[in-house]
């Protein structure tokens, strides 16, 4: 089975600086990773993701992520945050061979931002 | 927009009553996925439908739940006898499965609320 473990509930940030948000998943066969965002009352809204090729995958909002294998990790990054980053991210997984786009999530990670 | 709607956005019931909740998908999507989240947590999977044929539950989907997707469009999730851990958001989602992009498109969920 699959899964992903986010490290750390709660992170907070100055505005400004580099925003890190950890993730790790757990799988049998090569995964689709995820990140999603929610903002208060909304629902999920994709950030980017990872099938296959480049492991360095760019997002919408200034945020990246890399595909590291050897770690099992999919870490969320943006060079300097803004106090519309505000919110709260989830990591996803789903397996190929499940056809479908059933997916696992994380626990998720809050990311305050400090003026 | 013609994003994917769900109704009511809140509802608050008295324990041992019935609540059904509506969601109407991306038109040209032929995949929907019911997820629920409470708080703290990820969404977790529930159900999901092809068309009109559901193909998977998860085993959170007791035998007071019920989902439907009559005519492959819109679907309905109703719960029966409601408890109090039932309380939490139910969210909608839906994909077209034209392609594994991997990418579900979420409502803005519906808040169960048991008294």
């Known amino acids: 089975a699959q899964s992903v473990t986010q490290l750390g509930s709660h992170v907070s940030v100055s505005e400004g600086a580099l925003v890190l948000l950890r993730c790790n998943y757990s799988?049998?066969?090569?995964?689709?990773l995820f990140w999603y965002v929610q903002y208060p009352n909304q629902g999920l809204q994709l950030l980017l993701k990872y099938t296959t090729g480049a492991t360095l995958v760019k997002g919408i909002n200034g945020f990246e992520a890399e595909f590291k294998k050897s770690e099992t990790s999919f870490h969320l990054t943006k060079p300097s945050a803004h106090m519309s980053d505000a919110a709260e991210y989830f990591c996803a997984v789903t397996l190929t061979y499940f056809g479908n786009e059933k997916l696992t999530f994380g626990t998720g990670t809050r990311l305050t931002i400090i003026p | 927009d013609t994003g994917v709607s769900q109704n009511p956005r809140h509802k608050i019931t008295k324990r041992g009553q019935n609540v059904t909740f509506r969601c109407d998908p991306i038109?040209?999507?032929?995949?929907l996925y019911w997820y629920r989240q409470t708080l703290g947590q990820g969404p977790e999977f529930l159900t999901y439908f092809q068309n009109e044929a559901q193909l998977e539950k998860s085993r959170l989907l007791s035998d007071r739940f019920s989902a439907e997707r009559p005519k492959g469009s819109f679907s309905t999730l109703e719960i029966q006898r409601t408890e109090q851990g039932d309380s939490a958001m139910y969210l909608c989602?839906?994909?077209?499965?034209?392609?594994?992009?991997?990418?579900?498109?979420f409502g803005e969920g519906s808040r169960l609320t048991v008294l």
């Open positions: 799988s049998s066969v090569p995964p689709y």
């Open positions: 038109s040209e999507h032929n995949r």
């Open positions: 989602a839906s994909s077209f499965s034209g392609g594994l992009t991997g990418e579900l498109f």
